[in-house]
């Protein structure tokens, strides 16, 4: 853990570079959710997160499969970061419309992560 934690801001950085491009098929967002559910979520750490996450609830660009592991990474970062009221105080506005617009998403999963985060919002 130590080493991952030593590394963590230069590998996020490197990930999230591109975060704009990414498709189903890329490897960058199932990287970036085990970063998530790592639990090594610090104040640093989350200012390069969450940008990402917010990017990529876009229905513009992002596929519905790359919002589904997005909304139930954003529900990891809120069960696990210890700056969570911090967290949605500094971007909620912005953040909690475009979770709800997943409530009408193709699969059952994504809706039941955007109602677990609306209800994490409201908690």
């Known amino acids: 853990m130590m080493l991952f934690q030593q590394n963590a801001i230069p590998f996020l950085k490197m990930l999230s570079d591109n975060n704009e491009f990414w498709t189903s098929p890329s490897p960058e967002m199932p ?36 919002r589904t592991i997005d909304v139930a990474s954003f529900y990891e970062v809120l069960n696990k970061s210890p700056i969570k009221k911090e967290i949605l105080t500094s971007v909620g506005d912005e ?11 193709e699969q059952a999963s994504t809706r039941l992560m955007t109602c677990k985060n609306i209800g994490n919002y409201s908690a």
């Open 31 to 66: 990287i970036l959710q085990f970063v998530v559910e790592s639990g090594c979520l610090e104040e640093e750490t989350m200012e390069l997160i969450i940008p990402v996450l917010i990017n990529n609830l876009h229905h513009s660009r992002t596929a519905s499969s790359l």
């Open 95 to 105: 953040l909690i419309p475009l979770i709800a617009t997943l409530f009408d998403a």
